[in-house]
């Protein structure tokens, strides 16, 4: 086979994996989160000013500790999904959490009910599935192992999005938003325990 011909064959090639992105990927990872996506701690989406960054594909792993300006708050471990969720409040809505630490499940608390305040995070809580729909801003909660947090940055009639850290290549994410029996509910295969909200 000659040079010519393997070229062909290499152009060809490179030609189908272009259009194949463009075709069924390009939406769910842009090219900005792919050039972003080999390089820890680099930048991959923002939401009011407030940076997302790379933690890679060792979701456990944390990159040491993370403080704002003048070291008087800390918002956790680089670059956790809760790293995100308190600097995002502390940046952008000006709130201290009373208690900041643990996993992302620990900051859903099952005890308390729909609608009260969670007193570790000065928080109001909502369980999901009950009358209050989800607003900008809240922080939405998942169980699991360590569990994960997200920002609720949009919600529509059926659906909302959310800004996340530490979900490899998915700043961004959009959960069905259902209404029954005057109940709302987030998601369907993957569901949150409820959502956490800035008391007015």
Known sequence: MNIKK????????????ITVYFLFFSK????NILSHSLIIGDSVDSFNGV?????????????????????SFY?????????????YYFDHLHFVM????????????????????????????????NKEPPKVNDILIFGGKYGHVAIVASVKEKEIEVIQQNIYMTPRETF?????????TI??????NGWLRLPQ
């Open 98 to 129: 009373p208690y900041g630490m643990g996993n992302a499940k620990d900051f859903f608390d099952s005890s308390v009910k729909h609608g009260e305040l969670n007193k570790q995070r000065g928080l109001l809580q909502f369980h999901n599935t």
């Open 6 to 17: 393997i070229f062909s064959i290499l152009f060809i090639f490179v030609v189908l994996i």
């Open 28 to 31: 769910r990872y842009p090219l």
């Open 51 to 71: 940076i997302v960054y790379n933690n890679g594909m060792d979701y456990p792993k944390s990159h040491g500790k993370h403080y704002n300006k003048d070291s």
């Open 75 to 87: 918002y956790g471990k680089k670059w956790q999904c809760v790293e995100y969720i308190k600097r």
């Open 187 to 192: 998601g369907k295969k993957r569901k949150p």
């Open 176 to 184: 069905p938003l259902s209404f029954e029996n005057g109940k709302y």
